[in-house]
């Protein structure tokens, strides 16, 4: 069973993509200290139309990297 805390403003789906976003980004990456802050954007982006994300060119599946972009300037890979 999967757990995520109680006051996340990502669903299950979006915080799966998250761990799956920031897993790709390879071993010892572990930037847990800012996630929530991290996690109240990516639920600010996602609650956007796709139209308004594409104005700003992104989509959904770019979120996470968008979020992190300052620490992972690549997105990902």
Do not use: C
């Not at 403003?9 to 799966?16: C, G, T």
């Not at 609650?47 to 992972?72: N, Q």
């Amino acid at each position: 069973m999967r757990f995520r805390p109680a006051n996340s403003p990502l669903s299950p789906a979006q915080s799966a993509a998250l761990d799956w976003f920031l897993a790709a980004q390879g071993q010892g990456f572990n930037p847990g200290i800012d996630r929530p802050a991290r996690e109240a954007a990516l639920a600010q982006l996602d609650a956007l139309p796709d139209g308004a994300l594409r104005s700003m060119g992104l989509s959904r599946a770019t979120l996470p990297a968008h979020v992190y972009r300052d620490l992972i300037p690549k997105g990902p890979t």
